[in-house]
T-cell receptor
Framework: QKEVEQNSGPLSVPEGAIASLNCTYSDRGSQSFFWYRQYSGKSPELIMF????GDKEDGRFTAQLNKASQYVSLLIRDSQPSDSATYLCAVNMFERAKLTFGSGTQLTVLP | EAGVAQSPRYKIIEKRQSVAFWCNPISGHATLYWYQQILGQGPKLLIQFQNNGVVDDSQLPKDRFSAERLKGVDSTLKIQPAKLEDSAVYLC??????????FGNGTRLTVT
């Protein structure tokens, strides 16, 4: 079982729709959860992080964490073509400092 | 605030040759990471430094890869000898304590 799993996609949504990206993790003791966006040929850039169960909103982005289900998601409201990228979920494992990444979900927002 | 600096941006070498990458983290960031990202995959941690000490190098292929962070600032990652499967983007990142990490632009390595 992979430590961090994401649906590789590709996921396509029309402009203006809500894009929902999902991530599951294997270590129940994981403490910190991050979403990075990576445009083709570029390095990952941090979008959001979440530490506590529930929702965290930042502009058009909402991160959702459910530690009981070992599940974290990212919602993008009013999706724009500029949101087209690969979204990487990353988890900071309990008692281990390293950040472990999933393989990413490729999102395409269609004009 | 200046970002994480990496060089070179691109490198093409033949298998069995050696190569080195350089990283200068954001000023004041004690933690420095080297990640390897193969096309279509997420970044994989190779080595993590806290100041000039190694925190985690469990996924570093130590028979061919080496890394150092002298004086707790700049870092170099070396591959010797390179294999075809080392073709990837090598990402350096840094972070202050308990904060998310920030990536440099990466070095794209092609081994032919």
């Amino acid at each position: 079982q992979k430590e961090v799993e994401q649906n590789s996609g590709p996921l396509s949504v029309p402009e203006g729709a809500i894009a929902s990206l999902n991530c599951t993790y294997s270590d129940r003791g994981s403490q910190s959860f991050f979403w990075y966006r990576q445009y083709s040929g570029k390095s990952p850039e941090l979008i959001m992080f979440i530490y506590s169960n529930g929702d965290k909103e930042d502009g058009r982005f909402t991160a959702q964490l459910n530690k009981a289900s070992q599940y974290v998601s990212l919602l993008i409201r009013d999706s724009q073509p500029s949101d087209s990228a690969t979204y990487l979920c990353a988890v900071n494992m309990f008692e281990r400092a390293k950040l472990t990444f999933g393989s990413g979900t490729q999102l395409t927002v269609l004009p | 605030e200046a970002g994480v600096a990496q060089s070179p941006r691109y490198k093409i070498i033949e298998k069995r040759q050696s190569v080195a990458f350089w990283c200068n983290p954001i000023s004041g960031h004690a933690t420095l990471y080297w990640y390897q990202q193969i096309l279509g995959q997420g970044p994989k941690l190779l080595i993590q430094f806290q100041n000039n000490g190694v925190v985690d190098d469990s996924q570093l292929p130590k028979d061919r890869f080496s890394a150092e962070r002298l004086k707790g600032v700049d870092s170099t990652l070396k591959i010797q000898p390179a294999k075809l499967e080392d073709s990837a983007v090598y990402l350096c990142a840094s972070s202050p304590p308990t904060s998310p990490l920030h990536f440099g632009n990466g070095t794209r390595l092609t081994v032919t």
